[in-house]
């Protein structure tokens, strides 16, 4: 049994997806262990099925019980505890919100990277490591050019959560083993 991440991309304002609903949906389907951490898309579980198979299976639970047609990632706990470990910036106390982990489902182009590096001014900063981009925003994520142009400039399907969320979900994805 496999221990997964699980992102939904775009939850929050118009787009809902109703956590104990779905933690029981999910339950139903065979997955184990279902815990949800805010209602911002966001699920950790246990899957006996290869990750295509548990995002496919999520995928088709969220489409056809909740009218939720977005991207569903799944990251191994592994791939989870790397994506922490390979944090290149500081995190000071309290500032777990201007750090951003934006997941990608590919990999983004060279010019890309190079546009959003030169957003990267007044502090901000900005790499990719892996499968994942790191955008630090100390004056805050609203107020950032980077955070503001990324979504749009990566040019590759992603889904980003702050550090404060993304050591939440290594804690609750560490409890199940």
């Known amino acids: 049994m496999g221990v997964y991440v699980v992102l939904f991309r775009g939850v929050g304002g118009a787009t809902q997806l109703p956590t104990a609903p779905l933690r ?51 990251i191994p706990r592994e791939g989870w505890a790397r994506l922490i470990r390979n944090n290149p910036f500081e995190v000071e106390a309290g500032a777990g919100k201007f750090l951003h982990a934006a997941w990608l489902a590919e990999t983004p182009e060279k010019q890309a990277v190079g546009a959003l590096e030169s957003l990267s001014v007044d502090g901000d900063g900005f790499a990719v490591v892996g499968d994942v981009a790191y955008l630090s925003t100390p004056r805050g994520f609203s107020k950032s050019r980077l955070a503001e142009r990324f979504d749009k400039l990566i040019g590759v399907p992603n889904t980003a959560r702050n550090w404060n969320t993304v050591l939440k979900l290594m804690e609750l994805a560490e409890r199940l083993g």
């Open 24 to 74: 029981a949906a999910l339950t139903e389907a065979g997955f184990e262990d279902v815990a949800t951490y805010i209602n911002s898309g966001n699920a950790v579980l246990r899957s006996a099925r290869p990750r295509d198979e548990t995002v496919e299976a999520i995928a088709k639970i969220c489409a056809e019980r909740f009218g939720f047609a977005k991207a569903v990632y799944a």
